[in-house]
């Protein structure tokens, strides 16, 4: 199979967040809800998808007056000192050099996005998919994002990899029918058995071996 488009995630994917930071964050909303969490709860909730479960079903809490104050305490300023690529996404530029088309789908608020964008160089992608409300994008794992990227970068399904590090992400891309990449960034334990990723990789070098890039 000949593949002509890669699709990225963006946290934990290409841009690594400092784990004080969402442990600060979330802490900060919780405290003032009155609950209390393990880190490794917070670090559950922030890698694991079905979020708005685990708010109710973990935190005990309504993920509507979560989710409010959660956009209260976030900030790009705030997160900016927390964010840095990661030494790997390097490749992004030699993928567009050998003529590969690139994209992003990500679920981080669009603030976000840009400002992590902007530390990769937005010129490294030829489309940038956010998935929220406010995008009118449904979340992964809907297919829906990936979608968009596949109509924007004019690219079959059956020519276009997915690449990201979380369950949502996996199942975003099978959703899709597009092949599904597994970044391993081991910065918190998944069932792999469970998960089935089609491909696992550690770092975004082994993309060029993988695909001979």
């Known amino acids: 199979m000949k593949y002509t488009s890669f699709i990225f995630d963006l946290d934990g994917t290409l841009v690594r967040t400092d784990p004080e930071y969402r442990h600060l ?12 969490a393990s880190e490794k709860d917070i670090d559950r909730f922030w890698f694991e998808g079905e979020r708005n479960s685990f708010i109710r079903e973990r935190f005990g809490v309504n993920p509507k ?3 409010e104050l959660y956009r209260k305490y976030e900030s790009v300023e705030l997160r900016r000192k927390y964010v840095s690529p990661y030494p790997d996404v390097d490749v992004l530029e030699r993928i567009k050099e050998n003529g590969y088309r690139t994209g992003i789908v990500t679920g981080a608020p669009p603030e976000i996005a840009k400002m992590e964008l902007e530390l990769l160089g937005p010129e490294n992608f030829d489309a940038v998919i956010v998935t929220t409300v406010s995008e009118n994008v449904k979340s992964k794992p809907h297919p829906h994002g990936i979608e968009l990227c ?8 059956g020519e276009a990899v ?4 979380s369950d949502e992400d996996v199942l975003a891309a099978k959703n ?3 092949l599904d990449v597994f970044i391993n960034r081991n910065e918190h334990p998944f069932d792999l058995n469970r998960l ?3 491909l696992v990789i550690e770092t975004l070098y082994e993309l060029e071996q993988r695909f001979k890039l």
């Open 25 to 36: 964050v979330v802490g900060k909303i919780l405290e003032e809800l009155g609950v209390s």
């Open 65 to 67: 007056t979560f989710w």
């Open 150 to 157: 596949l109509k924007s970068l004019s690219t079959d399904k």
């Open 162 to 165: 997915y690449i990201g590090n």
């Open 176 to 178: 899709a029918g597009v």
């Open 196 to 198: 089935k990723p089609s």
